[in-house]
């Protein structure tokens, strides 16, 4: 009994220590991501009317 519990005790200490880390590393490749797709579809969105900056349609 006394190994198991300090398999979970370690476990829990395990996760203490490193699950913030892994939640901050989360966020900050979510955030990348958005930031990414945000771009590349803005990108797209110009090029599909880049044709009409000059007719003065706009």
């Known amino acids: 009994m006394k ?3 300090k398999y979970d005790n370690s ?8 699950a913030p ?3 901050a ?3 900050f490749l979510l955030s990348a991501g958005f930031i990414f797709c ?3 579809s803005l990108k797209r969105y110009n090029e599909r009317w880049a044709d009409y900056d000059e007719c003065g349609a706009l």
């Open 3 to 5: 190994e198991i519990k």
């Open 11 to 18: 476990l829990l200490v395990y996760l203490k220590k490193y």
């Open 21 to 23: 880390l892994a939640c």
């Open 25 to 27: 590393l989360l966020v």
């Open 38 to 40: 945000k771009l590349i």
